[in-house]
């Protein structure tokens, strides 16, 4: 599906020598112009499958008593455990980690059990860890490329970059890739792939960052670029 446009990068450098002097005096202070230093933004998107599912199974059975039904109810429930747990399952309901072994339970099940069973589309979900860890590689895929920006602005200038002076995460958004339209007139038809995309996640992180610019400090110069 088509992802929402990123805001367009900029690029601020600023060549200027250091004050010099001043007022110590906190009533007095005055805004010092900056030194010398390059400041730039950094964007990054970065989206993550599910790494869960779950699916729901449901037994029943027809028999003259209720007992006997009950009884036969269990002995279907604790062969579909004996399955799950043979097939890298976890309970029942039935959580997986791994999907190929979902579909090969399932089709296990519907094929030995016929009409007595019935099994849910499968429910895609995300581990908190999962999602943490998104978070964080978005982030640093940012701060990466801030400093590349940085870096390719000092090369232009003729000019060492140094080491950051700040870093500030200036905004994180996350949406998943539903499909509103499946979802809305025919949840229960989506297949596999369509499902696992609706409950893909996506992450996006922009950046602000001040690099170091090394080197003498010569005469005064200044440099504004803006990269659009």
């Given at each position: 599906m088509?992802?929402?446009?990123?805001?367009?990068?900029?690029?601020?450098?600023?060549l200027?020598?250091?004050?010099?002097?001043?007022?110590?005096?906190?009533?007095?202070?005055v805004?010092?112009?900056?030194?010398?230093?390059?400041h730039?933004s950094?964007t990054s998107e970065?989206?993550?499958?599910?790494?869960?599912?779950?699916?729901?199974?449901?037994?029943?059975?027809?028999?003259?008593e209720?007992?006997?039904?009950?009884?036969s109810?269990t002995?279907?429930?604790?062969?579909?455990?004996?399955?799950a747990r043979?097939?890298?399952?976890?309970?029942?309901?039935?959580t997986?980690?791994?999907?190929?072994?979902?579909?090969?339970v399932?089709?296990f099940?519907?094929?030995?059990?016929?009409?007595?069973?019935?099994?849910?589309?499968?429910?895609f979900?995300?581990?908190?860890?999962?999602?943490?860890?998104?978070?964080?590689?978005?982030?640093?895929?940012?701060?990466?490329?801030?400093?590349?920006?940085?870096?390719?602005?000092?090369?232009?200038?003729g000019?060492p970059?140094?080491?950051p002076?700040?870093?500030?995460?200036?905004?994180?958004?996350e949406?998943?890739?539903?499909?509103e339209?499946?979802?809305?007139?025919?949840?229960?038809?989506?297949?596999?792939?369509q499902?696992?995309?609706?409950?893909?996640?996506?992450?996006?992180s922009?950046?602000?960052?001040?690099?170091?610019?090394?080197?003498?400090?010569?005469?005064k110069?200044?440099?504004h670029?803006?990269?659009?």
């Amino acid at each position: 599906m088509p992802l929402p446009p990123l805001s367009p990068a900029r690029v601020f450098a600023e060549l200027v020598p250091p004050p010099a002097g001043g007022d110590n005096s906190r009533e007095n202070e005055v805004p010092k112009p900056p030194g010398r230093e390059v400041h730039v933004s950094g964007t990054s998107e970065l989206s993550a499958s599910p790494d869960r599912a779950k699916v729901t199974v449901y037994l029943k059975s027809k028999k003259g008593e209720a007992g006997a039904a009950r009884s036969s109810v269990t002995r279907r429930l604790d062969y579909v455990a004996q399955s799950a747990r043979q097939r890298g399952g976890i309970s029942v309901c039935i959580t997986f980690s791994d999907f190929s072994k979902m579909q090969e339970v399932c089709n296990f099940l519907v094929e030995k059990l016929g009409s007595s069973v019935i099994i849910s589309p499968p429910h895609f979900y995300h581990t908190v860890e999962a999602v943490d860890a998104l978070r964080r590689q978005v982030c640093l895929a940012a701060v990466g490329s801030a400093r590349q920006k940085a870096q390719e602005v000092c090369q232009l200038l003729g000019q060492p970059l140094g080491k950051p002076l700040l870093i500030r995460e200036e905004e994180v958004k996350e949406w998943e890739g539903h499909l509103e339209n499946h979802l809305a007139n025919a949840p229960d038809s989506l297949g596999l792939q369509q499902r696992l995309q609706s409950a893909t996640i996506y992450v996006s992180s922009r950046v602000y960052a001040v690099f170091e610019i090394k080197g003498e400090r010569k005469r005064k110069q200044a440099a504004h670029i803006n990269v659009n």
